[in-house]
């Protein structure tokens, strides 16, 4: 097969608002993308070439700033209209065309997306900046869970333009594999369609604290579980292997996230330590395993530092699991065979300034390094990616004074190419804006997602077969929009006067803002306030009451279910699902991915790395069905 063919060059124009790339056609017909403008199909430009035979032509020819460049991923905004932001942004630190151009760095986690047409014609305008640079390496762009109800700008991001879905620990409530899979699928569709081509989830660590802050976006406490929604999930996003139509994931957290000391989050130097007992660690890692067979194209280890853990009689270094060769190199690479990319949680390097604001980097255990030694011990531990890093010049100095050797640099490049090549994007990284509009957020899609919400609310107590509720009763609510109930009852604004009442609340956590960020993760205790509770009495004296808690984590319901004709927990659950739920217009089937502890005496006196408080008040799988009462032994 001949690797270089003088081709008749033309351009073309896509709807959207960027040039689309040179088209190229050789002597004998093939068309290809002339990415470095030398007029011949290089083996790289080559469509039929395999994507390894291709990364191994490109790799000699990159300069050391192209190489430097793969091995960062950071954060970018998008402009107004779907424009490239040529300011510094709220999160981004530079303008667009300067990590781009100057900086040669080609992967990217977007945040804020207004609508579909602005995400595509912005992918157009970014992938047509990137083929200016020597090789036209095209842009990977990555992003976390958009297709729900959280607004966190540190872990995921409420729907918006998407399809709206119910969280992580939502579809986990359905335990239902094939509808796992079918979010996944639908979800990459949509994320396709705007050129989003790698997601960083699944989130798969396993929620055994019930105090820690990220359990909204796992799959819950029990590692069978979690290990069959995760292969669910990824073949959803990935297909059977990695191709133009896949959407590329990072499985998190490597070796598991969940067990954190006293459920501090690991994000804050208050929660930099992990713990574990021996057995539990092993448990941890069976949900990667699972994704590891089930070909995840990257995974990415968290920030914590275990703290007395010993594998196989060896003494793991008390340092970030970033930052781990024991981790990531010994166990990951080594150990359990992965050979995919490597990422690391983000800004792990530099410290992170916004507005009057800091958010330390998470160089737990090595704080004491400067960052070119923290850099130096990452890409030792054996990672290949810098999440939420730009600072290119800090590694360039390094190989340039001798302290990292460019082949070291291209055993990571390497693996980044080789995932581009395979999902197509240096044949074609560009979108069509009209095809985004109608595919992000169908009306398909939005009735599957609404369906899969509904059906995820988790039903705890029915007494007497109080749900579903019938007929058009006088309803009193809180925290319900009264527009939901219209045709369904009337809404009165006194307890007194209604048939029953219906609240719903959230679990409760003890505010913190001290930190970037800090504001958004609910940490520290899971008892409800005694105002709330009183308030709930005094209700429940006047009609019968139906109290709903949305839960990002477990809360202390005890002092519910004394007051409650029906009590539901939701894991991302619209008003509209929750009252298509209770009326039984969708049946709804959910099943507790995670354990309700019964006080928080139980709470601490439990391991952290444990499934398992002391007689729990609701287990993983309670749930009852519509009509059975909640005295009845009929739990899922």
Known sequence: ????????????????????????????????????????????????????????????????????????????????????????????????????????????????????????????????????????????????????????SGVAFSAGPFSQWPDALGLAALDDDDAIHDFARRAGNEYRAVGIRAALHPQIDLATEPRWARQLQTFGADEERVSRYTRAYLSGFQGDALGPGSVACVTKHFPGGGPQ???????????????????????????????????????????????????????????????????????????????????????????????EQVLPARAWGVEHLDARGRMLKILEAGADQFGGEECTDILLDLVRIGLVDEQRLDQSARRLLLVKFQLGLFDNPYVDVDQAVEVVGSAENAAAGLRAQARSLVILENRDQFLPLRGTPRIYVEGVDPVVLEGRAHVVSDPAEADLAIVRVSAPFQPRNDLFLEDYFHQGDLEFAPGLIYRLQQIAHSTRLHVDVALDRPAILEPLTELVSGLTVSFGVSDEALLLALTGGIEPRGVLPVEIPRSMHAVRASHESILGTVNPLYSVGDGLRLGSDSDAPSRA
């Not at 039929?48 to 000699?60: F, G, I, Q």
């Not at 448990?283 to 530092?305: C, D, N, S, V």
């Not at 009689?313 to 970030?320: A, F, K, L, S, Y």
């Open 1 to 152: 097969m001949t690797s270089a063919h003088h081709g008749v060059r033309r351009l073309t124009r896509d709807k959207g608002t960027a040039v689309k790339p040179t088209q190229a056609v050789t002597e004998d017909g093939v068309a290809y993308r002339d990415l470095n403008g030398n007029g011949v199909m290089d083996p790289y430009e080559d469509p039929r070439l395999s994507p390894e035979d291709r990364v191994a032509d490109l790799l000699p020819r990159l300069s050391l700033e192209e190489k430097v460049g793969l091995l960062f991923q950071t954060v970018i905004e998008v402009g107004p209209g779907g424009t490239l932001l040529e300011t510094s942004g709220h999160i981004s630190k530079s303008p667009t065309s300067t990590v781009v151009r100057q900086k040669h760095i080609n992967h990217f986690n977007v945040h804020k997306l207004e609508s579909a047409a602005e995400a595509a014609s912005w992918n157009n305008a970014l992938q047509a900046l990137a083929e200016q640079n020597p090789h036209g390496i095209p842009v990977t762009i990555s992003t976390d869970p958009r297709h729900s109800f959280t607004e966190n």
């Open 261 to 355: 000391k006293d459920g501090e989050d690991a994000h804050f130097p208050y929660g930099r330590e992990q713990v574990y007992t021996a057995e539990a660690f092993q448990t941890h890692l069976q949900p990667f395993i699972a994704a590891i067979e089930a070909g995840t194209a990257g995974i990415m280890p968290y920030y914590g530092m275990p703290v007395g853990l010993t594998i196989d009689g060896e003494q793991i270094e008390e340092v970030g699991f970033g930052y781990n060769r024991q981790i990531l190199t010994g166990l990951l690479r080594e150990k359990l065979g992965f050979d995919g990319v490597i990422l690391t949680d983000w800004e792990l390097v530099n410290d992170n300034y916004v507005g």
